[in-house]
T-cell receptor
Framework: AQRVTQPEKLLSVFKGAPVELKCNYS??????LFWYVQYSRQRLQLLLR??SRESIKGFTADLNKGETSFHLKKPFAQEEDSAMYYC???????????FGDGTTLTVKP | GAVVSQHPSWVICKSGTSVKIECRSL??????MFWYRQFPKQSLMLMAT?????????EQGVEKDKFLINHASLTLSTLTVTSAHPEDSSFYIC?????????????FGPGTRLLVL
């Protein structure tokens, strides 16, 4: 079974502070990990995926297989980063994705 | 980027009626689409995987006779909630997958809010 855990439902930081949204997963094979973001009144959209090893809007995420984690980080949070963030895992069995419960990030001025 | 639309955006219906929700990929072809259900302040729960030209794959606990899925073309999948009841009231989201192996991206629709009275 595949499972994604986001331990923090709510996270609040001040503008300019570093932010880390935690994600842990459980999967027996080699998963693909993703971060999705949903801004207020907008649809869910892909933020980044571990395969690409890219930085999007200043966010990065490193897959740590030893700790089964895929935490999302940004060194200096901006107010426009305030949104709901979902970590997701795609297994290699039929390719379905499992989503975490989401973390609501609030960046205060 | 690619766009996925859903119609209607919201619907109110009487208990016992059936409701059809459409999901369209507007500028790409999607052999695979997904249907999710989201309860307030909760995560997305995958209901089924819709494959063009074949039967949908339902997740455990999802009644296939209750939630009929038809993926008749590469740009359209429909979800029909049959004999809807108040407990079916929810936010239904579809997504369409684009791209090949390793570069697949899921694009999400805006969601359909269903209220069954």
């Amino acid at each position: 079974a595949q499972r994604v855990t986001q331990p923090e439902k709510l996270l609040s930081v001040f503008k300019g502070a570093p932010v880390e949204l935690k994600c842990n997963y459980s999967y027996s094979g080699s998963p693909e990990l993703f971060w999705y973001v949903q801004y207020s009144r907008q649809r869910l959209q892909l933020l980044l995926r571990h395969i690409s090893r890219e930085s999007i809007k200043g966010f990065t995420a490193d897959l740590n297989k030893g700790e089964t984690s895929f935490h999302l980080k940004k060194p200096f949070a901006q107010e426009e980063d305030s949104a709901m963030y979902y970590c997701a895992l795609k297994g290699n069995n039929a390719g379905k994705s499992t989503f975490g419960d989401g973390t609501t990030l609030t960046v205060k001025p | 980027g690619a766009v996925v639309s859903q119609h209607p955006s919201w619907v109110i219906c009487k208990s016992g009626t059936s409701v059809k929700i459409e999901c369209r990929s507007l500028d790409f072809q999607a052999t695979t689409m997904f249907w999710y259900r989201q309860f307030p302040k909760q995560s997305l729960m995958l209901m089924a995987t819709s494959n063009e030209g074949s039967k949908a794959t339902y997740e455990q606990g999802v009644e296939k006779d209750k939630f009929l899925i038809n993926h008749a073309s590469l740009t359209l999948s429909t979800l029909t909630v049959t004999s809807a009841h108040p407990e079916d009231s929810s936010f239904y989201i579809c997504s369409a997958r684009e791209g090949g192996s390793g570069r697949e991206t899921q694009y999400f629709g805006p969601g359909t809010r269903l209220l069954v009275l």
